[in-house]
């Protein structure tokens, strides 16, 4: 005949409710428990059907009816490698919601640790029907390992505690570094010092001549070396008065995933006595009889680089 007032109405999801109706003539009457066409949360909702015969003698049927999500699995998504987005050292990762385990029952939390600076992501919430995701989350360089964790109230007791009610699953995002470095140049003299030696760097060093003109990377530069051979790459490079004038010198940028570029500079070595300027002002003079010998070195001036003039005395006390 219908639902009598002690059935529950209230989780009817259908366009047109049934129409509640008293106990009053023969019939079956729902007289308790959730009315056909409910959707429910998992749990169990006791059910009671009364049969009324025309002799007016009701007969009672009582049962439950038990709701829950099925067996629900929480499966994650296969490891996922994938390179840096470009000029930066992080990627930004959609797509990453678990292959089972979504459901209005469940609830999905995440939580990692970023492989860099090792930072906490994770989140805690309690409400049935949340699924967190980490989508559009930047990734570090490096392995991140993402751990899901799913309740469910299978048995809708009210707990977590019961089998496959707490499951947790984990897999990888791995994000490379594919992009080359960005090596850059100085274009430098080197003065060799008053034994013909001098010493050239790869690197930035103060009170040094080098060649690293502010090379680049997304991530970091791992190592600068440099070659004069375009084979041989070292730190630091000497060189003599044997290689005066130009040289082309190889930079070989690597970054801290093994990516190489190079650069070449234009290198002038330059003679320790190139840079200063000599003078001889000689007074005339007349020798006397027999004399064959005259000491010129009065009369020399020498001038360094910085316009400081040397006397001839001093000359010893040049250079380095
Ligand atoms: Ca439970
Ligand atoms: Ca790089």
Known sequence: MGPTSGANLTNYAGANPPVVVNLSSPGVYQTAGPVPGSVLQPGVYPVAYTAVSCNGLPSLCEFNVTVTAGN????????????????????????????????????????????????????????IGTHNIPDGIEFELGTTTITYNMLIDINGDGDYGDPNENQTCDFNIIVEDDQLPDAKCLDVDLHLNNFGEGTVFAAEMANQIYLDGGSLDNCSIAELTISKDNTTFTPSLNFDCSEKGQNVILLKVIDGSGNISYCKAVFNVIDFLDVFKLDLDVPEVCFEPFQDTFDFSKYIVIAKPDGVNISHANVGTLGP
């Open 72 to 127: 629900p699995i929480l499966e994650c998504p296969d490891d996922l490698i994938v390179s840096a987005d470009i000029d930066v050292c992080t990627r930004v990762v959609n797509g990453l919601a678990p292959y089972q385990g979504l459901g209005c029952a469940s609830i999905i939390n995440y939580s990692f640790t970023s492989p860099v600076t090792n930072t906490v992501f994770e989140t805690n919430s309690t409400t």
